[in-house]
């Protein structure tokens, strides 16, 4: 069986190659990232209108980012990417999108992140062990770290999407009051073992949904999972919230 750390190795792959055909054939667990990631482009496509927010926290090279634009071409869109070079790629390749240089928390400080030269989608506020020096290259560079709550006071998001390599948890933390006020649809990644290199949980992330009114399904479509279901699930990665009183922010 493939490792939660190889099977996000090959998603990202995937993307690069542009020929998800060929790793799919390897193996089912492969065949499983592909099916996460077709969707979150059809929750993009169904959930979206064309002048839709979309919030991209993890942003990277912008592959979810993308969609979206294409999805919503007339919205207000925000993108957080630390890493200088890739926030400049963005503002670049996405000139309609506000692009902004942060990572995001629980609340705001100037923090240590390890930035994978070799593997950017692993680089995080804390260093992933699965990732060697000779495959990652890593550095550390001080980022500005802001929350939710406070970078959006003036946008009511409709989808927010987070992948920041485990510190999810606390990007929930600090947007308690956009997730209780615009009731977003959130889509989010969680793994356990990345998820406790910042001292959370499963339990903890569900626990904290839950409060806020959400329901957890996979982003697939099974569920919802209840607490100990979702604590115990191994073979997904990608997530989706969704507000149990089915109310939805309307853009203006």
């Known amino acids: 069986m493939l490792t939660s750390a190889f099977r996000r190795v090959v998603g990202f792959a995937s993307r690069r190659l542009g020929r998800p055909e060929l790793l799919a054939a390897v193996d089912a667990e492969i065949r499983q990232v592909q099916r996460e990631e077709l969707a979150i482009n059809a929750v993009l496509a169904s959930s979206l209108r064309a002048d839709s927010t979309y919030v991209d926290v993890g942003a990277n090279e912008g592959q979810v980012l993308r969609a979206a634009v294409r999805v919503a071409p007339l919205g207000r869109h925000v993108a957080f990417e630390p890493i200088p070079a890739l926030a400049m790629q963005l503002q670049r390749s996405f000139p309609q999108v506000d692009c902004r240089e942060l990572a995001l928390a629980a609340a705001p400080q100037t923090a240590s992140f390890c930035h994978f030269r070799g593997l950017e989608g692993w680089s995080g506020l804390r260093r992933s062990p699965e990732v060697s ?50 009731r977003p649809l959130v889509i989010f990644e969680h793994v356990a073992e990345a998820a406790a290199l910042y001292g959370a949980d499963s339990e903890s992330t569900w626990d904290l949904l839950n409060d806020l009114g959400y329901r957890i399904y996979a982003i697939t479509g099974e569920g919802p999972f209840d607490r100990s279901a979702f604590s115990q699930v191994q073979t997904i990665v990608n997530w989706l919230a969704v507000p149990r009183d089915g109310h939805r922010a309307v853009d203006d």
């Not at 485990?166 to 933390?173: D, P, T, W």
């Open 133 to 182: 020096d000779a495959r990652g290259r890593p550095e550390f560079i001080q980022v500005r770290v802001s929350t939710l709550d406070a970078e959006l006071r003036e946008v009511a998001p409709s989808l927010i999407k987070i992948d920041v390599e485990g510190a999810e948890l606390a990007v929930l933390e600090g947007g308690r009051d956009v997730l209780a006020s615009n």
